[in-house]
């Protein structure tokens, strides 16, 4: 892929501090590819406006998958859920570009991707995720805040051929933009007014 390839998951109402990034990053739509892996909404200050932000990014370019927050919308009967059903409806639930399988929670290996379910990949539903990965593809996931795994701070999980990324805005912590290309990351402490935006190059393999 001659675009650069960027990535973020597990925004939660967070939208805000993912225009941050993205203008941290220097995005440009017409240039770099987009991956947005899930969970717009919860837990943060604003649902509706990082939907449409997410909408918005879709619009001109950028590929946006389904969490499993956005599955418990689609539960819902409320207006206020009820208005993006359709929007959600039409997220895919992972995508593959490259070496790359994009994904909310992770892939159910015993199945071929072709009959991969989206409530399991998405975490909606307990399955089995990520055993026995292919040697030549890099799962990159969210779901899965990284103090769950032991870290602190604002650090990702790189273990063999997956990645995740989640690294606890849901829970009042930090947003993290990946840039695969360029092996960079940025990230900044959602509850920071100031939006200070922590920059730095990571090994990705």
């Known amino acids: 892929m001659s675009k650069r390839l960027l990535v973020a998951s597990d925004i939660h109402g967070h939208g805000k501090s993912l225009s941050h990034l993205l203008k941290a990053a220097h995005y440009d739509d017409s240039k ?5 892996i899930g969970d717009y909404v919860n837990n943060g200050p604003d649902s509706i406006g990082t939907l449409k932000l997410i909408k918005q ?3 001109n370019g950028a590929i946006a998958l389904v969490g499993n927050h956005e599955l418990r919308w689609l539960e819902r009967t409320d207006k206020r859920a009820t208005e993006w059903h359709h929007f959600i409806n039409q997220l895919p639930y992972y ?3 490259d070496q790359y399988i994009f994904v909310h929670a992770g892939i159910d290996t015993s199945k071929s991707m072709r009959k991969q379910s989206r409530a399991v990949v998405t975490g909606h539903t307990p399955g089995n995720l990520n055993q026995y990965l292919p040697r030549n593809k890099v799962v990159i996931h969210g ?3 990284n103090y769950r795994l032991g870290y602190k701070k604002d650090h990702i999980h790189i273990e063999h051929n997956i990645i995740d990324i989640d690294t606890g805005a849901g829970h009042n912590q930090y947003l993290t933009l990946l840039d695969l290309t360029s092996q960079r990351q940025y990230s900044v402490k959602v509850s920071d007014k100031d939006a200070i935006i922590q920059e730095r190059r990571i090994k990705l393999k």
């Open 57 to 59: 990014l879709v619009k």
């Open 143 to 145: 779901h899965i805040p």
């Open 32 to 36: 770099d590819q987009l991956v947005l």
């Open 95 to 97: 995508k593959v570009i």
